[in-house]
Every structure is written in structure tokens, then in C-alpha cells.
């Protein structure tokens, strides 16, 4: 148990339709992040949350759009996605001091798969 | 662009020392991370280093070479449980994290 949760753990879905990942933290934390990770790929940082406020968008197309209500919570909003889409996708969140040694602590994530 | 390097896979026997090597070629150093992924699993943080030399932590062992720009992460004593994946990651002069796809561990016993 990390403090991380995430929901669903697996989604499959067709290119037409229009879902959503959770992200929940228990730590404490101000930052959370979403990174995408495929297989034998490294891990891809999509988007940053510091204190509620986006701080990095790292080109990820429209049909991802995040959404951080509170520094507990963040999700990740699906619509019209690719069958490339289909991937593990994983929230991690830290305490957002942005020191060096800051620890990522990372969700079980949820495997979508786009048919 | 950041530029991390580690091996795919690598198999052990169980009780045997296996040793993961990272390189890197980032924009800054500020500190190197090792993280472990069990399948289906997060993963969770094993050791940082961001002095040279060795940090040790019970059967694991993290190393760094700033100047090489490499790092191994020693697993000894190796148990059925420690089948996974290691991820080297590298936090650069913008503060972000880097990974390397990750050395998929295999024990056998």
C-alpha cells in the first residue's frame, strides 16, 4: 500500500467513447503527476499538479484532458482515443517541496486498453 | 534530451548477487532514483544517490559515478519475491524525472 490509489485497475474501451481515470492520495502531499508507461517503454510524465495549479503538460494530445480539483484528487479525462493509447497509466504524487531527493510514490495504475 | 540506459532483462538463481547497470546522459544531476515494479504492481522507491559511492540498504545496494555517469543497483541474496522490474530514473537540472525502461529480474530457483 503506497498511499496511491487508483480506479478503475483495468478499462477497455472503444475509440468513440468518453471515460475517466481516478487518482486519489492519502500522504498529504501538493504535487500529483500522471505518466503514461508501455511496454519496454520508460515511463512518460504527462502532466504535473503543484498545489492544485497544472505545471506541465508535456505535449500530450487533447483527447487527454487532466483535472485537479484538490491536492487529494486528480483525474484524467478520456474521449476519442487511439488504439497507441492502450497502455498502463500510472498517478504518482510527492510533497512538492521540488528538491532533488523529492520521492515519487505511484498508484497500482490502470491498464486501458482501446479497441 | 535526457538518455537513460539499462539492460532489459536479466536472470538469477535464487541466493545468487545480480547486478543492474544504469547509465545516463542528462541535462544536470540532481540525484538518481531506483524504483521496483512488481508485475501489475506500483512501483515503490528502493534508493536515491546523489553523492558518489555506495549506499547500502539491507540485501540491496545502490552505487553512483557522477563523472561516469553510471550506476548499479546490487541485489544480493536474491529471493523468489525480488522477480521484477528495476527502473533507474534521474532527476536533471529542471528537477524532472527521467526513467529508463526498466530491467525486467527473473529468479529462478
Known amino acids: 500500500e503506497t498511499g496511491v490509489t487508483q480506479t478503475p485497475r483495468h478499462l477497455v474501451m472503444g475509440m468513440t467513447n468518453k471515460k475517466s481515470l481516478k487518482c486519489e492520495q492519502h500522504?498529504?502531499?501538493?504535487?500529483m503527476y500522471w505518466y503514461k508507461q508501455s511496454a519496454k517503454k520508460p515511463l512518460e510524465l504527462m502532466f504535473v499538479y503543484n498545489f492544485k495549479e497544472q505545471t506541465e503538460n508535456n505535449s500530450v494530445p487533447s483527447r487527454f484532458s487532466p483535472e485537479c480539483p484538490n491536492s487529494s484528487h486528480l483525474f484524467l479525462h478520456l474521449h476519442t482515443l487511439q488504439p497507441e493509447d492502450s497502455a498502463l497509466y500510472l498517478c504518482?504524487?510527492?510533497?512538492?517541496?521540488?528538491?532533488?531527493?523529492?520521492?515519487?510514490?505511484f498508484g497500482s495504475g490502470t491498464q486501458l486498453s482501446v479497441l | 534530451g535526457q538518455n537513460i540506459d539499462q539492460p532489459t532483462e536479466m536472470t538469477a538463481t535464487e541466493g545468487a548477487i545480480v547486478q543492474i547497470n544504469c547509465t545516463y546522459q542528462t541535462s544536470g544531476f540532481n540525484g538518481l532514483f531506483w524504483y521496483q515494479q512488481h508485475a501489475g504492481e506500483a512501483p515503490t522507491f528502493l534508493s536515491y544517490n546523489v553523492l558518489d559511492g555506495l549506499e547500502e540498504k539491507g540485501r540491496f545496494s545502490s552505487f553512483l559515478s557522477r563523472s561516469k555517469g553510471y550506476s548499479y543497483l546490487l541485489l544480493k541474496e536474491l529471493q523468489m519475491k525480488d522477480s521484477a522490474s528495476y527502473l533507474c530514473a534521474v532527476r536533471g537540472d529542471d528537477y524532472k524525472l527521467s526513467f529508463g525502461a526498466g530491467t525486467t529480474v527473473t529468479v529462478r530457483a
Open positions: 500522504l498529504g502531499h501538493n504535487a
Open positions: 504518482a504524487s510527492s510533497q512538492g517541496r521540488g528538491t532533488g531527493d523529492e520521492k515519487l510514490f
